[in-house]
C-alpha cells in the first residue's frame, strides 16, 4: 500500500455534506487481497477494535460494516472505519465516510471520513494503515508514503517497530489535546454549532470567529469582542480591582502592595490577623499564600510571590471556604466551591503514594486539557505539608484530609463541588455587581464565606479577586453536584434571541460567465445600500473597491469575505477546482445558481465527462438552505437535471422564453406557480420577463442593460437573466435592480477582462476572458454581430495548456471562423505543455477548418502578441484581445502609442516564435 496524496474537504463537496479529511491510497498487490481472503484478518480486527460491530456501513444498521468485512471488503475501506473508529476512542467522535475508486486507476483509492480536528484525523489514518498492515501475512506488509498523511515525528512519541494499539490511541490523543480547544473554549464552540451558528477557527490556537460577516462574534476561551480591555486590566490589577470595589461598597479585605520581604513583614503586622501574600498581577493561583502568622510564614509567602510579580500585596486573609460565582451578562449563572488540592489518607500509604493514586484518576490531565488537573509537587506543596508537620515520606492516618496546596484552583489540582443552588440572593448580588463594577461581560468572582447559604453581611467573608477570563472547566463538569450549561448564557449574551449570526450568502457556478453574473449580482444588491464583499477571478472586494489581485474564485477567498467585519451579503464566483480540491467555504448558502455546464476542464482530476462535470457544479445547488433558492439555466440540459438534488425552491432563467421557444419542461414549471425569469424575443436583444404564480410580469428589454451591447452580447443576456433571478429571491425590488442594471457596463473598471472596448487608437479593441471553445463561440456571435461596422478582424487567441488536444484543435478550428487573421500565443499559460505545442495545435485546428496558413501568426509571450495585434491594426479594424493576465493587457493597450506595422511573413513570424 501507498499514500499517493491527501486533502481536505472543509465544507460540502462532492461525497458529502460532511467536512471529510481525505488521502489517495494505492493499495498496489493487496487490490487482489480482499478481507475475507486474508486468514484471521476480520477475527483479528475486531478483536482490537470491538466497537466497529456498531458501525452501520452502506447497510445502515449496526453491525453492517461487519457483515462487509467478513463477506469481502477492500482494505481501503477498511482504513476508512478503522480511522473513524481511532477518533472516536480518544473522544473525536465522528461517523460519516466513504471510500470510492479512482476512475482509470486500478486499485486507488479516496478514502475519506469525518474529522473534528485535521491534524488528529489525519494521525487516525496513519494509524489506520500500520494497524491494518499489522494484520496481514508478513510478505503483504509494505505501506509506504504515510509521512504524506502525518509526520509521526509531530505526534511527540513516533511509533516505532510493530504496531501497538494502547501506544497508538496515547499518541492520538496527544495530538487531538495538542490541536483541540480547551474545556472553555470547546464549550463555547459546541453551544454555538447546537444553535446552528458558524464557527471559523482563526488562526491554530483558541481565537474564534462565531457567525459570519458584520453579524459576527469572536471569542478567546471566556473572553469575548465584547469584552472591555480597560475592564480586563482593571481586573488584572488586584490593587485597582480592590480600590474599585471598595468604592462601591463592596466587601473587600484590607491590602496593601509591598516591595520587599521586610515591608511585608511590617504590613502584616499591622494588619494584626492571619494574611494572605500573593502577586499583584498574577493568575492561576501561582505564588499565593494564605494565612500566614509567622514573620517566618509571611517571608516564605513572600519569596514564594516575588518571582510572579514585581509588587506583591499583603492582605487580610478572610477564613472560610472558596467559591467561584461566574457571572455572565450581569446574572450570576454558576456558583462552585473550589477545593484545593488535597489527598486523604489510608493509614498504609505515604502522602507521596497517596497522590500518585489521585493522579490516576482518569478525569485528570496536564494543564486544562481534562476536567481536573494532575497534582504536581513542588516548593509550594512542601511548605504546606511542613506547616502541618508533615513530608512527602509520611503515611497520615486513616480518613485525614491532607491538604497539599493554599490556594483552590483547579489549575493546580483543586476540585470543585458545585454550588449554584445554595447561594444566598445577597451574595449573588454582590458578585453581579463586583462583574458590573469591573465592567467585565464575563467574569469569575472569587469569593470566601464559612457558608455561602448565608450573607456574609452576616459570617464575614468577602471579595477576594474577581478574573476576566475565567475558566468554565468547574462548572461545566464539577468533581461533586450538577454540571452546568454555562455556555448557554454567553451564546444569549452575544447571539439574542432572533439575532441572526449569518449574512445571505449567494454562491454562483458554472462554465461560463461566472464573473459578469458575480459582479452584476454584487452591482445590484449593493445598490441597495449595504456593504457586498464578493470573489471573481480578478480579485477580492469590498463594494467596488479590490482588497486583493488574485485568482479569488476559491474557498479561501470565499472565507476571506465571510471572515470580513464589514460585509453584509457575500456574492462569491465559485468555480470548479476548489469545489474540487477543498469543498465549498459554507455549510450551506441562501442561493446558489448554476449558470451552464459547458466542455472545459476536462480529463483534469479525474473530470472527464461533461456530466462529471455537472457533478463538481451541482454541489453549489446541494448546499442552498432549505429556505433558500436554486437558480438553474433550463436552456442547459445538465442545469435541468439538477433540479432533483438541488435545495430549496427552484428557479430558473432561460433565453428562450417566447411562447414558441420555451421547452415543455419549462412551461410546465411556469404554468404551475413557479418562479423564472426568461428572455423574449423582440428588438435590441427582447423582453426580459419574469413568471411568478402564473403571472406574467415585464421586467425590462435586454438591450438596456449596456453589458449586452443593445442585446449583441447574447451571453450577456443570460448573465443578466440570471443575476435578476439572484437579486429577486433575494428580496432586491424590481424598480431597484432596473437602475442598477442600467449603469451596469462591460467597461474594464466594472468587469475586468469580459467584452471590455477601447476606441481611442482610431481601430476598435475588444479584450474577453474566452479561454475555451464554449466562451470563444459566444463571443464569436457577438463578433458577428459588430462585424458590419469594422475592417478586418485580428484575433490574439489561446487556451490554457492542460486542457486536451481536442479542446485546443476545436479552440483553433472556432477561432478560424471568427477572424481574419489570428495571432497565437501560449504564455503565461502552458501549464506544462512543451514550449510551442498549444500554438500548434491551435494552428493545426484553424487549417484544418480552411484557414489561410498565412494570415497565422505564432508568438510564445503574451505580450509580444498583444504588441503584434495592436501594432498589425489599421483604422476600422476590430482587434480581439483573449488574454491571460487580464490587468497588464488593458494597461498595454491604454499606452499604445500608435505605431503601425503590418504583420510580418509567415516565415519571419515562425522565426520569431
Known amino acids: 500500500m501507498r499514500v499517493l496524496e491527501r486533502g481536505v474537504y472543509r465544507g460540502p463537496h462532492l461525497y458529502s455534506q460532511i467536512p471529510m479529511v481525505r488521502f489517495m491510497l494505492d493499495l498496489g498487490a493487496l487490490e487482489a487481497w480482499p478481507s475475507n481472503t486474508v486468514p484471521g484478518f476480520a477475527e483479528g480486527l475486531l478483536k482490537l477494535l470491538p466497537g466497529l460491530q456498531g458501525h452501520g456501513c452502506s447497510l445502515k444498521r449496526p453491525g453492517g460494516f461487519v457483515q462487509r468485512l467478513t463477506e469481502g471488503t477492500w482494505l481501503g475501506h477498511v482504513t476508512e472505519h478503522v480511522a473513524i473508529e481511532l477518533q472516536s476512542i480518544v473522544g473525536l467522535r465522528v461517523e460519516s465516510g466513504k471510500t470510492r475508486s479512482v476512475r482509470g486507476q486500478p486499485g486507488v483509492y479516496n478514502v475519506m471520513y469525518a474529522y473534528k480536528e485535521e491534524a488528529p484525523a489525519f494521525y487516525a489514518g496513519r494509524l489506520a494503515l500500520q494497524l491494518v498492515e499489522s494484520l496481514l501475512p508478513p510478505e503483504l506488509r509494505d505501506v509506504q508514503g504515510l509521512d504524506i498523511l502525518f509526520d509521526a515525528r509531530d505526534a511527540g512519541h513516533p511509533l516505532e517497530g510493530s504496531f501497538e494499539l494502547e501506544s497508538a490511541l496515547r499518541d492520538l490523543e496527544r495530538v487531538g489535546r495538542r490541536s483541540g480547544y480547551g474545556p472553555t473554549t470547546g464549550s463555547l464552540v459546541q453551544e454555538a454549532i447546537k444553535r446552528d451558528i458558524p464557527v471559523m477557527r482563526l488562526g491554530d490556537e483558541s481565537l474564534v470567529q462565531l457567525g459570519h460577516g458584520r453579524r459576527q462574534q469572536r471569542i478567546r476561551a471566556s473572553i469575548t469582542g465584547r469584552t472591555s480591555q480597560i475592564a480586563v486590566e482593571a481586573a488584572g490589577r488586584k490593587d485597582l480591582t480592590k480600590l474599585l470595589l471598595h468604592e462601591a461598597g463592596l466587601p473587600v479585605p484590607r491590602g496593601v502592595v509591598v516591595r520587599s520581604a521586610d515591608e511585608a513583614v511590617e504590613e502584616a503586622r499591622r494588619m494584626r490577623h492571619s494574611v494572605v501574600l500573593k502577586p499583584l498581577d498574577g493568575n492561576h493561583g501561582r505564588g499565593v499564600s494564605i494565612d500566614l502568622k509567622t514573620e517566618e510564614e509571611v517571608r516564605r509567602g513572600y519569596d514564594l510571590a516575588a518571582p510572579h510579580g514585581r509588587r506583591v500585596i499583603v492582605e487580610q486573609f478572610y477564613p472560610g471556604h472558596d467559591h467561584r460565582f461566574l457571572v455572565v451578562n450581569g446574572e450570576v449563572v454558576a456558583v462552585a466551591e473550589r477545593v484545593p488540592a488535597h489527598v486523604v489518607g489510608d493509614g498504609r500509604s505515604t502522602v507521596a503514594e497517596l497522590i500518585e493514586v489521585v493522579n490516576r484518576d482518569p478525569r485528570r490531565g496536564d494543564g486544562h486539557e481534562n476536567v481536573m488537573t494532575r497534582i504536581k509537587v513542588d516548593e509550594h506543596v512542601r511548605g504546606v505539608l511542613a506547616r502541618a508537620r508533615l513530608s512527602l515520606d509520611d503515611v497520615p492516618e486513616a480518613h485525614r484530609t491532607v491538604y497539599l496546596r493554599d490556594t483552590a484552583n483547579l489549575s493546580t489540582g483543586g476540585t470543585a463541588v458545585d454550588r449554584s443552588d445554595d447561594v444566598h440572593p445577597e451574595n449573588a448580588l454582590i458578585a453581579r455587581r463586583a462583574a458590573l463594577t469591573l465592567g467585565l461581560d464575563v467574569a469569575g468572582v472569587d469569593f470566601i464565606a464559612p457558608d455561602i447559604s448565608r450573607s456574609i453581611r452576616e459570617t464575614g467573608g468577602g471579595i477576594v479577586e474577581v478574573n476576566a477570563a475565567p475558566g468554565f472547566r468547574m462548572h461545566l463538569q464539577p468533581s461533586e453536584g450538577r454540571p452546568r450549561k454555562v455556555a448557554r448564557p454567553v451564546m444569549e449574551m452575544l447571539f439574542p434571541r432572533r439575532t441572526p449570526s449569518r449574512i445571505p450568502i449567494l454562491a454562483i457556478t458554472g462554465t461560463n460567465g461566472k464573473s459578469t453574473t458575480t459582479r452584476m449580482v454584487a452591482h445590484i444588491v449593493g445598490s441597495t445600500g449595504c456593504t457586498v464583499g464578493f470573489t471573481s477571478t480578478s480579485g477580492v472586494y469590498l463594494n467596488d473597491e479590490r482588497v486583493l489581485v488574485a485568482d479569488a474564485s476559491g474557498p479561501k477567498s470565499a472565507r476571506m469575505i465571510l471572515r470580513d ?199 476598435r479593441v475588444l479584450m474577453d476572458y474566452a479561454h475555451n471553445p464554449a466562451g470563444l463561440t459566444a463571443l464569436s456571435a457577438t463578433l458577428a454581430r459588430m462585424r458590419s461596422s469594422h475592417g478586418q478582424a485580428i484575433g490574439m487567441v489561446s487556451i490554457p495548456g492542460d486542457r486536451r488536444d481536442e479542446d485546443i484543435l476545436e479552440m483553433g478550428r472556432i477561432a478560424a471562423g471568427a477572424f481574419d487573421h489570428l495571432v497565437f500565443r501560449e504564455q503565461p499559460d502552458s501549464r506544462g505543455r512543451p514550449r510551442g505545442e498549444v500554438m500548434r495545435l491551435l494552428r493545426e485546428g484553424a487549417l484544418s477548418a480552411g484557414f489561410d496558413p498565412g494570415a497565422i501568426h505564432s508568438l510564445v509571450q503574451e505580450e509580444d502578441a498583444v504588441r503584434t495585434s495592436l501594432r498589425a491594426a489599421r483604422p476600422g479594424d476590430l482587434v480581439v484581445l483573449l488574454p491571460t493576465e487580464v490587468d497588464k493587457t488593458w494597461k498595454q493597450v491604454m499606452d499604445f502609442d500608435g505605431t503601425h506595422e503590418p504583420f510580418s511573413t509567415p516565415q519571419a513570424a515562425a522565426d520569431a516564435a
Open 565 to 763: 467585519p464589514t460585509v453584509d451579503v457575500a456574492v462569491l464566483e465559485t468555480a470548479r477546482g476548489g469545489i474540487l480540491r477543498e469543498g465549498l467555504a459554507f455549510d450551506r448558502c441562501d442561493v446558489g445558481a448554476v449558470l451552464n455546464v459547458q466542455p472545459d476542464h476536462l480529463g483534469l482530476k479525474g473530470i472527464d465527462t461533461l456530466e462529471d462535470l455537472a457533478w463538481v457544479k451541482s454541489v453549489v445547488v446541494e448546499a442552498v438552505a432549505r429556505d433558500g433558492w436554486s437558480i438553474l439555466n433550463a436552456d442547459d440540459e445538465h442545469c435541468v437535471r439538477m433540479r432533483k438534488r438541488a435545495g430549496g425552491q427552484l428557479c430558473f432563467f432561460s433565453l428562450n422564453g417566447g411562447e414558441d421557444e420555451m421547452s415543455p419542461f419549462l412551461r410546465r414549471h411556469v404554468e404551475r406557480g413557479g418562479l423564472a425569469v426568461v428572455r423574449e424575443p423582440g428588438p435590441s436583444g427582447g423582453e426580459i420577463v419574469v413568471w411568478e404564480n402564473g403571472d406574467r410580469l415585464p421586467f425590462m428589454n435586454a438591450g438596456e442593460i449596456p453589458a449586452t451591447l443593445r442585446g449583441a452580447a447574447e451571453f450577456n443576456v443570460a448573465n443578466a437573466l440570471a443575476a435578476i433571478a439572484i437579486t429577486y429571491v433575494h428580496g432586491v425590488v424590481p424598480n431597484q435592480m432596473r437602475a442598477a442594471l442600467h449603469t451596469f457596463s462591460s467597461s474594464f473598471e466594472q468587469t475586468p477582462g469580459r467584452m471590455n472596448v477601447f476606441d481611442g487608437h482610431g481601430f
